[in-house]
T-cell receptor, first 114, second 115 residues
Framework: DAKTTQPTSMDCAEGRAANLPCNHS???????VYWYRQIHSQGPQYIIH???NNETNEMASLIITEDRKSSTLILPHATLRDTAVYYC???????????????FGKGITLSVRP | DAGVIQSPRHEVTEMGQEVTLRCKPI?????LFWYRQTMMRGLELLIY????????DSGMPEDRFSAKMPNASFSTLKIQPSEPRDSAVYFC?????????????FGPGTRLTVL
């Protein structure tokens, strides 16, 4: 069962910010929001994750609403190399640190145009 | 670091043949995951190991599929006998159990075609 819903596709102009939305209205208190992306013919790549606070790293920013029912991944200056399928995933992390599985949905296809 | 290494990168075989896919995780990682990706079903987790022990194999499609992890640096996914519907890209991923991020690092995948 899908825990997240994402639009099928979107595009943006090179150099502009890309804002990718994700709904996760049934998220539990111990579940994190993860984002991965998959560039054509490559394996998925981790981007960022968060619990309730906004997060930023060298690749992107993650904005999580206060009720945690939705989030937005922001690529501040999209390039052609950012064209990929982006997956929003909710996932619990065990207190013991044991890995739980990632369940990938269909993701959103981002096309960055010149 | 070389990242996750998978071999072969491409495999073409005939129905009924045995297929073995190989994976070398990132050194020091102690969790390993096998995924399968098709257009119809997307990216599915088949099985994962923690410290070489299989934890969850509920995604393994049927008895024709088996996976082993004899040591921390090597895993195999075997299909015997193979069928055309097994055609897919198979990814291996590894991560560090107990890391705060739980980030999984994926290999380049093996593209399997069963004729």
């Amino acid at each position: 069962d899908a825990k997240t819903t994402q639009p099928t596709s979107m595009d943006c102009a090179e150099g502009r910010a890309a804002n990718l939305p994700c709904n996760h209205s049934t998220i539990s208190g111990n579940e994190y929001v993860y984002w991965y992306r998959q560039i054509h013919s490559q394996g998925p790549q981790y981007i960022i994750h968060g619990l309730k606070n906004n997060e930023t790293n060298e690749m992107a920013s993650l904005i999580i609403t206060e009720d945690r029912k939705s989030s937005t991944l922001i690529l501040p200056h999209a390039t052609l190399r950012d064209t990929a399928v982006y997956y929003c995933i909710v996932r619990a992390l065990s207190p013991t640190g044991a890995n739980s599985k990632l369940t990938f949905g269909k993701g959103i296809t981002l096309s960055v145009r010149p | 670091d070389a990242g996750v290494i998978q071999s072969p990168r491409h495999e073409v075989t005939e129905m009924g043949q045995e297929v073995t896919l190989r994976c070398k995780p990132i050194s020091g990682h102690n969790s390993l995951f096998w995924y399968r990706q098709t257009m119809m079903r997307g990216l599915e987790l088949l099985i994962y190991f923690n410290n070489n022990v299989p934890i969850d194999d509920s995604g393994m499609p049927e008895d024709r599929f088996s996976a082993k992890m004899p040591n921390a640096s090597f895993s195999t996914l075997k299909i015997q006998p193979s069928e055309p519907r097994d055609s897919a890209v198979y990814f291996c991923a590894s991560s560090l159990w107990g890391s705060s991020q739980g980030e999984q690092f994926f290999g380049p995948g093996t593209r399997l075609t069963v004729l």
